[in-house]
């Protein structure tokens, strides 16, 4: 069964601190990794997405991959209160089609 | 920007009914995608397709149908709807290595 994981929260981070989200998956067959955002009542957002080892920053946001062990973050600097949400990692295998997503972390940054 | 249509915001169906939730797509992606979302459970896939006319079960298929008849076109069937049925469905789309964009949602409530 290939399982992504997350802690649910909430995190919460004060306004201009750094939120730190992170992910965990069970299959090393994974080869691209996403990040969406999901305000309450709304879909997911893509924000940002990352296919080899190491750091990709776009704006406030980075993301992380370490492949060996098999573990992906987002950072987001200077959070902002509209930055609250819940963050959703997604994985795809080479073998399918189909994202397999984590729960979801819910981030609150309190002003 | 892609767009992803889906055809109602809120649905109320009554238990029984036959129920068909639309979803279009505008950027000739290959794959689309139908998951539900609840509390405490994450998103849940469906069905998916690749192609015309062609789909895959995906985790939670039991009550539910699909079409592609078009490509752009991706349509779930509830074919006797019931209470737990009752959820938020989100329809997606894609190409193969990318990933997904989402449509705003539908909420249907089974009563």
């Known amino acids: 069964q290939k399982e992504v994981e997350q802690n649910s929260g909430p995190l919460s981070v004060p306004e201009g601190a750094i939120a730190s989200l992170n992910c965990t998956y069970s299959?090393?067959?994974?080869?691209?990794f996403f990040w969406y955002r999901q305000y309450s009542g709304k879909s997911p957002e893509l924000i940002m997405f990352?296919?080899?080892?190491g750091d990709k920053e776009d704006g406030r946001f980075t993301a992380q991959l370490n492949k060996a062990s098999q573990y992906v973050s987002l950072l987001i600097r200077d959070s902002q209160p509209s930055d609250s949400a819940t963050y959703l990692c997604a994985v795809k295998v080479l073998s399918q089609g189909n994202l397999i997503f984590g729960k979801g972390t819910k981030l609150s940054v309190k002003p | 920007d892609v767009k992803v249509t889906q055809s109602s915001r809120y649905l109320v169906k009554r238990t029984g009914e036959k129920v068909f939730l639309e979803c279009v797509q505008d950027m000739d992606h290959e794959n689309m995608f139908w998951y539900r979302q609840d509390p405490g459970l994450g998103l849940r896939l469906i069905y998916f397709s690749y192609d015309v006319k062609m789909k895959e079960k995906g985790d939670i298929p039991e009550g539910y149908s699909v079409s592609r008849e078009k490509k752009e076109r991706f349509s779930l069937i509830l074919e006797s709807a019931s209470t737990n049925q009752t959820s938020m469905y989100l329809c997606?789309?894609?190409?193969?290595?990318?990933?997904?964009?989402f449509g705003s949602g539908t909420r249907l409530t089974v009563v």
């Open positions: 299959d090393r067959g994974s080869q691209s």
């Open positions: 990352i296919y080899s080892n």
């Open positions: 997606a789309s894609s190409l193969y290595r990318g990933g997904y964009t």
